[in-house]
Nanobody, 114 residues
Framework: QVQLVESGGALVQPGGSLRLSCAASGFTIRNYGMRWYRQAPGKERELVAHISGLGDNIKYADSVKGRFTISRDNAKNTLYLQMNSLKPEDTAAYYC???????WGQGTQVTVSS
């Protein structure tokens, strides 16, 4: 059974950092492109970052470029999102997604507030 479990969300002050993790089970993430999405209350889910199966093709939403870094550890079967210089507008539930398997995690909440 394919499962994606996100973790690492928290309440953090503006300017702070967090690292989100997405642990996969039931399949091997190697060779699969993976994505982070986020959804704020009352807003549509938006793509935050994408990484190819080999990690050689990475794209970011303009709103997070230069602040967020997507990475993967295929040996640990885990996807990461390092988030620096967090802003209140980054507040959202963050989800990992595997397009080829149409699989979503349950999400982890990030709240940026003083």
């Amino acid at each position: 059974q394919v499962q994606l479990v996100e973790s690492g969300g928290a309440l953090v002050q503006p300017g702070g950092s967090l690292r989100l993790s997405c642990a996969a089970s039931g399949f091997t993430i190697r060779n699969y492109g993976m994505r982070w999405y986020r959804q704020a209350p009352g807003k549509e889910r938006e793509l935050v970052a994408h990484i190819s199966g080999l990690g050689d093709n990475i794209k970011y939403a303009d709103s997070v470029k230069g602040r967020f870094t997507i990475s993967r550890d295929n040996a640990k079967n885990t996807l990461y999102l390092q988030m620096n210089s967090l802003k209140p507008e980054d507040t959202a539930a963050y989800y990992c997604y595997v397009p080829a398997r149409n699989s979503w995690g349950q999400g982890t909440q990030v709240t940026v507030s003083s």
